[in-house]
């Protein structure tokens, strides 16, 4: 068995998107409150919020909540802390990043925001080292279906 010389082999790290890449407790309670839909001394956490509106049966405000965060107010969204300084490590040493992740395309309730492109714009604004990509266009995969 011939030793691997350096160069030969490719590293690929395939990524999920939501809750893994980008963190939205803090925009689903800032919403929630613009909203109405919880008290101020709610914890500021998208579980929280989840949970508070699901024991108050108010799953379908939860569900609309869901797919105007992922669309509209998706460009408010952030980060997990480290997540850039881990892309931008991974890159530098020549590992190929992937996201891969189940997204419908758009929400059950409300306005039929496109997931997929709201997703992608926030991609190409915030996994970005001055005008280069953290994560190639063409390594972002949003699919329907968690199959796929």
Request: hydrophobic residues 40%; positive net charge; aromatic residues 12%.
């Amino acid at each position: 068995m011939q030793p691997i010389k350096p160069g030969q082999l490719k590293v690929r790290i395939g990524l999920d998107f939501d809750n893994t890449i980008v963190s939205y407790d803090e925009l689903f309670y800032k919403v929630a409150i613009e909203k109405s839909l919880i008290p101020a001394n709610l914890a500021h956490s998208k579980l929280a919020v989840r949970n508070y509106l699901h024991k108050t049966g108010n799953e379908n405000a939860w569900t609309e909540m869901q797919g105007y965060v992922y669309g509209t107010r998706m460009c408010s969204a952030v980060a997990y802390p480290g997540v850039i300084e881990f892309l931008k490590f991974a890159r530098n040493k020549g590992i190929v990043l992937t996201i891969m992740s189940h997204k419908t395309k758009h929400p059950f309730l409300g306005p039929k925001y496109d997931l997929h492109a709201a997703a992608k714009e926030w991609v190409g604004s915030y996994l970005v080292e001055g005008a280069k990509p953290l994560i190639e266009p063409d390594q972002v995969f949003f699919e329907v279906t968690k199959e796929e």
